[in-house]
């Protein structure tokens, strides 16, 4: 006696959709949500990814200016220390207060520049699989950048920063961007 699997309810099995690619390996860029439904594209559109690669370079530049803060504090402290004149007109007693308040401040800046850029490279990547969450932890973090970047750009510096966390912006919400986050098929 040989076993048969019972019937599949009704006559058939459902038919493919027009074009076949309900779970067809040749189908590479469009995967079929379970329980049916449209197509959902899995290619990344390319505005994530270049806001993606925006956001991981800008934020590595950002992680290795902390580095720097941090590791030049004791050096710049130094040098304000070994050339008094640059705090002419300080009492001796506020000078070494001014020392040591030049020394934290710039470690507890590098510090907090080091943070931000490593949860900048972080959200970068993760915004790189279709994360609402991400898309929308990225995007506050590059509005707050942007206002950053607007006082900074007083003295060209923060231009990069302010041009690119717009662009950021922008390319995480046009295009087939919002679709591909909500993992539905792209509007016509």
Known sequence: MS??????????????????????????????????????PSQRPGGVTA?????????????????AFVATSGPI????????????GVSTTDRQDILEFIDAALIGVGIFTLIIGVIGIVLGVLVLKPRPWARILLTIGAGL?????????????????????????????????SDWFAGRPPRT
């Open 3 to 40: 076993y048969s699997p019972p019937p599949y309810p009704g006559s058939q099995p459902p038919a493919d959709p027009p074009g076949g690619q309900w779970n067809n390996p040749s189908s590479s860029n469009q995967w079929s949500p379970p329980g049916g439904g449209q197509p959902v």
């Open 51 to 67: 806001a993606a690669v925006i956001t991981i370079i800008l934020s590595a530049i950002t992680t290795l200016l902390g580095i």
């Open 77 to 88: 402290a130094n040098l304000v220390r070994d050339n008094p004149e640059l705090l002419e």
């Open 145 to 177: 950048t942007a206002v950053v970047g607007l006082f900074m750009t007083l003295n060209i510096v923060g231009l990069p920063w302010l041009a690119g966390s717009i662009a950021v912006i922008v390319l995480l919400y046009v295009g087939k961007a």
